[in-house]
């Protein structure tokens, strides 16, 4: 062994910035209509009782990055039967995109929705 290694041992990389901590702004209009569908589907969580967050972080495998991609995102609320409507799909995914290669924020989602929180 060495007595005076030259490295230190410390890693030399950079993390990147975490994207999860990001969220798309809308327009006025879209922004009401969004919060009238996260109004909408809380209930439907409440009234079920409702464990969301198991069914996004089935796709969030370890390290978890508290994001997925949107057609996972998609799928997962259309198996929790919250919504079908493609219409609204759009906007969620335009409101909790937090990167540029469409992953969803599931954690904010959830967060929004969830009636535990």
């Not at 890693?11 to 901590?21: E, I």
């Not at 493609?86 to 904010?108: A, G, H, I, S, V």
Request: a neutral charge; charged letters at 30%; proline letters at 4%.
């Amino acid at each position: 062994l060495v007595k005076n290694p030259l490295d230190s041992g410390m890693t030399r990389s950079q993390a990147l910035p975490d994207p999860s901590n990001t969220l798309q702004r809308l327009c006025e209009l879209d922004e009401e209509e969004v919060n009238r569908i996260l109004k909408r589907m809380k209930y439907m969580v409440l009234t079920r009782r409702m464990n969301i967050r198991e069914q996004f972080a089935d796709y969030d495998h370890h390290p978890r990055k508290n994001y997925i991609t949107k057609q996972q995102f998609k799928q997962s609320i259309a198996r929790l039967g919250l919504s079908s409507n493609p219409t609204e799909f759009d906007l969620l995914c335009k409101k909790y995109r937090c990167t540029d290669l469409d992953d969803m924020n599931y954690q904010q989602f959830c967060n929004d929705i969830d009636a535990v929180s």
